[in-house]
């Protein structure tokens, strides 16, 4: 199975600040991969498939690059409605399996 | 606007079979390229992927939870379920349903709903 490793499993930032969360597959997955946020109590929200392609009315602030193992998410000005859980998921193989990284918490400073 | 809504008894006793169902409304659950899938999220944890299914009745699971999940589909009532047996408090999550585009990602979701596995 594959597996998803997210870093950091927190961060702290400021309004404005340009924040990158990264995820790293255990094995190549080419560009199948795909980025969520997740604000408490809510269901998760997709922003990116495909690692860099923004899904239909995400904010072009949030960007994202790699291929095969190393992924990042970058939020060029964090807002304060972008304070929430980042989540990475490979579908390397789908649609038989499916697998979420650990999360990652962007809080405020 | 497609919507997805949950439901299911939020209470489940140990070694009990968790059901719960998922309502497609405002589009059709038989529109070929979108899987319709299960995922949950243990208190305080992150996402795991249960499994998903398509309009056709092919179903793929999680290999963690394949002895104990079955999906199905009901395209005359337009919605999908889950039956997860022999739970556990492991099982206590809340659990979401979604639309996978091709079965990959998630694009739609219901609000979810939360299952305490607990005597």
């Known amino acids: 199975a594959i597996r998803m490793t997210q870093s950091p499993s927190s961060l702290s930032a400021s309004t404005g600040d340009r924040v990158t969360i990264t995820c790293r597959a255990s094995?190549?997955?080419?560009?199948?991969l795909a980025w969520y946020q997740q604000k408490p109590g809510k269901a998760p929200k997709l922003l990116i498939y495909?690692?860099?392609t923004l899904q239909s009315g995400v904010p072009s602030r949030f960007s994202a690059s790699g291929s095969g193992t190393d992924f990042t998410l970058t939020i060029s000005c964090l807002q304060s409605e972008d304070f929430a859980t980042y989540y990475c998921?490979?579908?390397?193989?789908?649609?038989?399996?499916?697998?979420f990284g650990g999360g990652t918490k962007v809080e405020i400073k | 606007q497609l919507q997805l809504q949950e439901s299911g008894p939020g209470l489940v006793k140990p070694s009990e079979t968790l059901s719960l169902n998922c309502i497609v409304s405002s589009g059709s659950i038989s529109s070929s390229n979108y899987y319709w899938g299960w995922i949950r999220q243990p208190p305080g944890k992150g996402l795991e992927w249960i499994g998903s299914?398509?309009?056709?009745?092919?179903?793929y699971y999680n290999p963690s939870l394949k002895s104990r999940v079955t999906i199905s589909v009901d395209t005359s009532k337009n919605q999908f379920s889950l039956k997860l047996s022999s739970v556990t408090a492991a099982d206590t999550a809340v659990y979401y349903c979604a639309r996978l585009i091709d079965g990959a990602r998630g694009d739609v979701w219901g609000k979810g709903t939360t299952v305490t596995v607990s005597s």
């Open positions: 094995q190549g997955i080419s560009s199948y």
């Open positions: 998921q490979q579908y390397y193989s789908y649609p038989e399996a499916l697998t």
């Open positions: 299914i398509y309009y056709s009745g092919s179903t």
């Open positions: 495909a690692a860099s």
